[in-house]
Structure formats: C-alpha cells, structure tokens
C-alpha cells in the first residue's frame, strides 16, 4: 500500500578500501591517508568480513610511542594493551565486525550506527561477503531527494488511500522536505495516523497540517 523505504544499497559506496590479516600497521595508515577514511574492512577468503581496523585500533600503539612506561600507564583495557604491540590487521582489528546487510532499510543502518557508536559500516551479502560500505553522510542522502518527488508520493501512497473520497480536496506542498497538507477531509480521526505515514516517507523533514473537516467534501 505505502511506499517501501530506501535501503542501504541504494546510497552506499561499492568501491570500498579493504584490507587482509596480515596487513601490516604501515599500509594500514597508508591506505587511511590515500582513501581519506578512518576505518578499513578486514576481509579474508572470497571478501567475507572478518573485522574492521580503524583509527581508534590504532592509537594505543601511537600512545607508546615516546614514552612506553607512560603509555601503558594510559591503556586501561586489556584490548588496548595486547593492540599495542600488534603489527597486522589481525591483531589490530576489532571483531567480529560490525555490519549491515545491504537489504537492510536506512533506519535500520542507523539504528546501528547510533547504538554501536561507528561512524561507517560495512555491507555484506547473505553469505557475509562485502558489497560496500554505508557511512552517516550516505544515510543523509534521502534529505537530498526532490520536494516534487515526495510530494507525489505522499498523494499516491498515502492521501489516495487515507482519504480516497476526499483527495481531490486534499493538496500536497513540499518545501526544503516539509511537506504541508491542506484542504478539507471527511474524518480527521485519520490525521494522526497520515502525519506518521507522511514523516515516514525518505526525505521528508517535518510535516504540518492545515485541515478544515467537510462531510459533503467528495
């Protein structure tokens, strides 16, 4: 009936910077600086994800760097301590990575990211394979998404099924992703349930009402 939110493949990146296992710290740091990213996917066999590599895995060995007793003074989880020393992605990474599948709706990728902390995620297949990677900015792509194009999709999924004797009366704005309904209605107990539907179309940022009810309205 309503329209089927975005998923993860329509804005994610599919060329995507990766490494193997035995990575060693220095191409690691190399391919962050070339790629302009903070993390790397830790890929072994076909591609399948094993873990992830970032800045942040990378840093205790930095804190050791000039003054060795102090640092480790500084690492307070055993993890950091034992990455240290590490010198390949294998024992840099942090695993088992956290992924998204790329079926997977832009809600969902960001309900990850905000419950995770990460700022990107890898994309993987049924088989756990990498397809992408999805980053916070990719997430924010459907607010991109043309105001005339929102606007027809609110009027064909949700006013001409919510108010089919009445859609003609009904007009649909949308303006920088506000989208406005105005016009007469026959049953505004239905309001409620259309501002849900309408703030769940992608792209829309607010929605606003400005109804009169009207039981002759056809």
Same mark, same amino acid.
């Given at each position: 009936?309503?329209?089927?939110?975005?998923?993860?493949? /329509?804005?994610?990146?599919?060329?995507?910077?990766?490494?193997?296992?035995?990575?060693?710290?220095?191409?690691?740091?190399?391919?962050?600086?070339?790629?302009?990213?903070?993390?790397?996917?830790?890929?072994?066999?076909?591609?399948?994800?094993?873990?992830?590599?970032?800045?942040?895995?990378?840093?205790?060995?930095?804190?050791?760097?000039?003054?060795?007793?102090?640092?480790?003074?500084?690492?307070?989880?055993?993890? /950091?301590?034992?990455?240290?020393?590490?010198?390949?992605?294998?024992?840099?990474?942090?695993?088992?990575?956290?992924?998204?599948?790329?079926?997977?709706?832009?809600?969902?990728?960001?309900?990850?990211?905000?419950?995770?902390?990460?700022?990107?995620?890898?994309?993987? /297949?049924?088989?756990?394979?990498?397809?992408?990677?999805?980053?916070?900015?990719?997430?924010?792509?459907?607010?991109?998404?043309?105001?005339?194009?929102?606007?027809?999709?609110?009027?064909?999924?949700?006013?001409?099924?919510?108010?089919?004797?009445?859609?003609?009366?009904?007009?649909?704005?949308?303006?920088?992703?506000?989208?406005?309904?105005?016009?007469?209605?026959?049953?505004?107990?239905?309001?409620?349930?259309?501002?849900?539907?309408?703030?769940?179309?992608?792209?829309?940022? /607010?929605?606003?009402?400005?109804?009169?009810?009207?039981?002759?309205?056809?």
């Amino acid at each position: 009936m309503f329209g089927t939110p975005r998923i993860v493949s /329509d804005v994610m990146t599919q060329t995507v910077a990766s490494v193997g296992r035995s990575a060693s710290f220095k191409l690691i740091v190399e391919m962050m600086q070339d790629w302009e990213v903070s993390a790397l996917p830790v890929l072994e066999g076909e591609g399948r994800v094993v873990g992830v590599v970032s800045e942040a895995d990378l840093l205790p060995t930095e804190e050791l760097r000039d003054s060795p007793e102090e640092g480790y003074a500084l690492l307070r989880l055993p993890a /950091d301590v034992a990455k240290a020393g590490a010198l390949t992605a294998g024992d840099l990474m942090s695993s088992p990575a956290i992924t998204v599948r790329a079926n997977a709706t832009l809600a969902e990728a960001a309900r990850i990211m905000a419950r995770e902390k990460v700022k990107r995620l890898p994309v993987v /297949d049924e088989s756990g394979l990498l397809v992408g990677v999805v980053s916070r900015v990719d997430l924010l792509k459907v607010f991109l998404r043309d105001d005339q194009d929102i606007a027809e999709e609110i009027r064909r999924d949700i006013v001409s099924h919510l108010f089919p004797l009445t859609s003609s009366a009904l007009r649909v704005d949308v303006h920088d992703g506000v989208a406005t309904l105005s016009g007469t209605v026959r049953d505004t107990a239905l309001v409620p349930v259309a501002a849900r539907l309408v703030r769940a179309v992608e792209g829309v940022v /607010d929605v606003e009402f400005d109804l009169t009810r009207g039981a002759d309205v056809r």
